[in-house]
């Protein structure tokens, strides 16, 4: 078992959907994060949280809302998208901010597909 | 503006020989750097970092350069075996600043067998 797993890992949702994508991690980290992988991109960051609280928003449209509940669990709540937010969306953590060795550990992706 | 970059997308090597994998960046705040492994429909996988005070770190086949001066690192792997094709990611971090962490665009490794 990866230390952050995501589901789904596919998703295929309408451009009238309401749909969630699921993150947990299992490493105890205090930091958790969303990313977007567009083909032939980098990878773009979305939201960080450190501690539960949202501490970055990369000018990420509203139609992306995250939840982090706890450390543990992080949420993309996705409506009304487009199709060219199609993408590979990626859940990470770290263990905290500021500190030397604060390796960033990433899920295996959630692929989504807006039609 | 994007500030950490691979400008080579793919690279293709023999089984065996050095694989050189290259990554500027821009921003001198920089000093926390990693290098990332993906596969395929998988999410990127931690390889090797360096900080800032050193030029060098190792890891079995994997060794990490860094130029601060260049404002430039580079990942070796030698020797290639087939196993390593995959995309490699670079990424950066101020350490002072936060927990964001830029990244490069990939390089995509070919170990030919």
């Known amino acids: 078992e990866t230390g952050v797993t995501q589901t789904p890992r596919h998703l295929v949702m309408g451009m009238t959907n309401k749909k969630s994508l699921k993150c947990e991690q299992h490493l105890g980290h205090n930091a958790m994060y969303w990313y977007k992988q567009s083909a032939k991109k980098p990878l773009e960051l979305m939201f960080v949280y450190n501690f539960k609280e949202q501490t970055e928003n990369n000018s990420v449209p509203s139609r992306f809302s995250p939840e982090c509940p706890n450390s543990s669990h992080l949420f993309l709540h996705l409506h009304t998208l487009q199709p060219e937010d199609s993408a590979l969306y990626l859940c990470?953590?770290?263990?905290?901010?500021?500190?030397?060795?604060?390796?960033?550990?990433f899920g295996e992706g959630s692929w989504l597909t807006v039609v | 503006d994007q500030q950490v970059k691979q400008n080579s997308p793919s690279l293709s090597v023999q089984e065996g020989r050095i694989s050189i994998l290259n990554c500027d960046y821009t921003?001198?705040?920089?000093?926390?750097f990693l290098w990332y492994k993906k596969y395929p429909a998988e999410g990127p996988t931690f390889l090797i970092s360096i900080s800032s005070i050193k030029d060098k770190n190792e890891d079995g086949r994997f060794t990490v350069f860094l130029n601060k001066s260049a404002k430039h690192l580079s990942l070796h792997i030698v020797p290639s075996q087939p196993g390593d094709s995959a995309v490699y990611f670079c990424?950066?971090?101020?350490?002072?600043?936060?927990?964001?962490?830029?990244f490069g665009t990939g390089t995509s490794l070919t170990v030919i067998p």
């Open positions: 990470a953590s770290s263990q905290t901010q500021g500190k030397p060795g604060n390796t960033i550990y």
């Open positions: 921003n001198s705040m920089f000093d926390y």
């Open positions: 990424a950066a971090s101020d350490l002072n600043t936060g927990n964001q962490f830029y």
